[in-house]
């Protein structure tokens, strides 16, 4: 049995549970309300809905949020925690973010430390934001590489989201050092995901942040320019993501890991390419085909190294075309186009 942290609305936590049911597990999710919770289980195959309930964690800010919860029978073995604000306009980055962020990453530790003994293994959703140091890049960046960004950063919030998952994560390390707790803890540093919106999604404008570019090409919102890359240029299938959390939970080699999930290269030129070809009835919706065709991909881009994901979580990634044409039929499909 396993407790989901954020459990199932939100993009990443939608496709962990959908990877927990596959690998049979008995999921309890954490949602904000009792209307997420039902959207989710309504939104579950009828075959699947026995393996999965709900618990309302209104503010996982506060202290001892998941005490309740946690002290569940049967107990928990496992934990993932994918619940994190993940947007890039913030009125008060500390209340809104970085307080969520941090302290909802410690309080599930503090509270499974605590009250729940028979969990072996927690898996956070970290990022490849707390891995990287722009604009000091090195040439290849693996799980050794930190983000050196300042808390008088994180209060800039144009910086508060990249510093959020730095902070939350060195939290969790340091929570492990000075507690040593019975359990081990691997965090996921996946880079910018992609990949099919969640079931469960209310409205195209809910989609998460880092969908919105793919959502934009196809609703025809960079028709008349399409808008610049940078700062990322690297992408990940968040059924990969998924996979590597339900890997990272089991595999026993894991433990007080981190891994780096990146699948590959992309660019909004090439988003557009793949959108062009493989969905002709977009075309209008499009840039114009000169416009893909310029290329802003940086000549001197760093490298990154995901061995370690392959080797211990046993990942195979998928390719940029595969899961920019599944998010467009995600989005068709959504959009009652497809
Ligand atoms: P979404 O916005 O789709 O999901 C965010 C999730 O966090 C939702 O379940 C949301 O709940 C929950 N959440 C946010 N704030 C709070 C809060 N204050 N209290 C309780 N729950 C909260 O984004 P993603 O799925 O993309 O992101 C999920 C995780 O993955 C985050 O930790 C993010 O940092 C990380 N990540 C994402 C990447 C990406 O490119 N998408 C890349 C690397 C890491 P609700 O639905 O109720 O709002």
Known sequence: TALSVGG??????????????DHGFNIVVTVRSQEKGQRIIDSIDKA??????????????????????????????????????????WDDPVKDCLNPAINGTVGILESVHAHAPTVRRIVITSSSAAVLNPPNHPKVYDESSWSDVTWEQALDPEHTYRASKKFAEK?????ITVNKPSFTLATINNTYTFGPVPRSLNSLDAVNTSN???????????????????????????RDVA??????????????????????????PRLAGI?????????????????????????????F????SKEVLGLEYTGLEKSVVDTVESILRFSGRA
């Open 48 to 89: 699947q809905r026995q393996q999965v309930a709900f618990v309302v964690v209104e503010d996982i800010a506060e202290e001892g949020a998941f005490d309740e919860v946690i002290k569940a029978d049967p107990p928990f073995d496992y934990v993932v925690h994918t619940a994190s604000p993940y947007r890039m306009q």
């Open 171 to 175: 939290a969790a390390w340091g929570f």
């Open 305 to 308: 190294d995901n061995s370690r």
């Open 8 to 21: 199932g609305t939100g993009f990443i936590a939608s496709h962990v549970l959908d990877c927990l049911l």
């Open 275 to 303: 959108i062009r070809r493989r969905f002709p009835q977009l075309k209008g919706q499009l840039p114009p085909e000169e416009e893909a065709a310029k290329d802003d991909f940086p000549e001197d881009h760093w490298a």
């Open 243 to 268: 996979l590597a959390h339900v890997r990272a939970l089991t595999v026993p080699e894991a433990g007080g890991k981190r891994f780096y999930v990146v699948g590959g290269y992309f660019s909004n």
């Open 212 to 238: 919105h570019r793919i959502r934009d090409l196809v609703q025809g919102r960079m028709r008349h320019g399409i808008h610049p890359t940078a700062p990322v240029f690297t992408f990940v299938d968040v």
